[in-house]
């Protein structure tokens, strides 16, 4: 396509070629044919051009965090055996990081390649389908361009993982455990194996010769130990979601969701995802590090999509038939939800809420009346035995977590 300077160029050579037909003079004819060469020429090599660039991308890290500026390499390839003009690269962020990226890429001789890194604005939490990338490609005298569609961009933006070296909260829900017969310690078939001790456990199952042999603390892990499956119950009530993405009272919930998961599976506790609202029912996941980075991509994707309240969800109690334990991650702290949350600890698992301030995501802060009802919510929970918390809007969650659950209001 002409640029403006193209499209003056061709306004001349017109006007020279009806000049040539009125004075009939031969040197304009050529003049006229010279001025639409020049235009025409680079128009034609830019023709099969389009469709010898390729271009690949690369995010560093390849799954960043919620929050995090990760860069974004973006690698052109000439495949053609005619130089490459100049390119002008656009993007468009806007649901990754709310930016339209424009980068220049200088001409590229054939079979070259060459690479941009840019870093992006804080990314958020999603997996992320981004429109093509555009590409405009100039000639070097600014006579004509192309627009080519050349990448779409797909990423994974994982929720923020704040780690937890110790937590006296997310240990609560041991207590499940404490009404079931358990076998002696000593008992060989209960000796699931050993393994080094991490911050925060409890160094009453230090196993001391392997400590000595190894050099480094090392802890005997049980079955018991390592078989009770804890769900973890994230509220997507559409509803209840307050303030302005990407800081929202549910993208705190999912942090939670993501920091405690972490915290068990590394502890060798199996861990289970119920999202209320979503379609997909119940996801688990193993122990270990891939268990760990298969719960944060799940966490990437869940979304606030649910219609009616979390008692409904926590009423289905055949979701929880494996499970020893339950944490549940919520806004809400109605007398629905308290009988639910009451059944599930009449059966004997062990039940653990964090209740997210939602309205603390708000500019006028917490309403009183909402206030004195989520300080009775607690109240009942702790006569019942159900450690309760509330996490405010930019409390640290290592330390909302560390606390007892009695008195966290």
Avoid: C
């Amino acid at each position: 396509m002409p640029t403006p300077r193209g499209l003056g160029l061709l306004l001349i050579a017109f006007g020279s070629y009806v000049a040539a037909r009125l004075v009939g003079t031969w040197e304009l004819y050529l003049i006229s044919l010279a001025l639409v060469a020049l235009v025409a020429i680079p128009a034609l090599a830019l023709l099969p051009m389009g469709r010898r660039l390729e271009l690949s991308w690369y995010f560093h890290p390849n799954r960043p965090e919620a929050g995090s500026t990760p860069e974004l390499e973006l690698t052109l390839h000439n495949r053609s055996w005619l130089p490459s003009p100049g390119l002008r690269l656009a993007a468009p962020l806007q649901p990754l990081s709310g930016e339209t990226l424009s980068l220049d890429v200088a001409p590229l001789l054939p079979g070259r390649s060459r690479a941009r890194r840019q870093e992006l604005m804080p990314v958020r939490r999603g997996r992320h389908e981004l429109p093509p990338i555009e590409g405009v490609l100039r000639d070097p005298l600014g006579l004509v361009t192309r627009r080519l569609t050349l990448s779409r961009l797909e990423v994974t933006v994982r929720p923020r993982l704040l780690p937890l070296s110790g937590t006296s909260f997310l240990s609560a829900p041991r207590a499940a455990l404490r009404g079931r017969r358990l076998r002696p310690l000593s008992s060989g078939s209960d000796l699931r194996g050993v393994r080094p001790h991490l911050p925060g456990e409890p160094l009453s199952h230090i196993d001391w010769k392997s400590t000595a042999r190894t050099g480094q603390l090392m802890l005997r892990e049980t079955e018991d130990e390592a078989g009770g499956e804890v769900v973890l119950v994230l509220d997507g009530t559409r509803a209840s979601v307050m303030g302005e993405p990407p800081q929202t009272s549910f993208e705190a919930g999912v942090e939670v969701a993501a920091g405690a998961g972490a915290y068990l599976l590394r502890f060798r506790r199996p861990v289970a995802l119920l999202v209320h609202g979503e379609a997909e029912p119940e996801r688990r996941f193993s122990p270990g590090s891939a268990g760990e980075q298969s719960l944060l991509d799940r966490l990437a994707e869940v979304e606030a999509r649910a219609e009616m309240d979390l008692a409904q969800t926590l009423a289905n109690t055949d979701r929880f038939a494996q499970a020893t334990a339950a944490v549940v991650i919520t806004p809400g702290f109605g007398d629905r939800l308290l009988r639910s949350l009451l059944v599930l600890a009449d059966r004997h698992i062990g039940v653990s809420v964090v209740l997210i301030d939602s309205w603390s995501y708000l500019d006028q802060g917490a309403v009183a009346g909402a206030d004195i009802e989520r300080k009775r919510f607690l109240l009942r929970l702790q006569s019942a035995g159900i450690p309760g918390l509330v996490l405010h809007k930019g409390d640290s969650l290592e330390r909302v977590l560390s606390r007892t659950g009695q008195a966290a209001v």
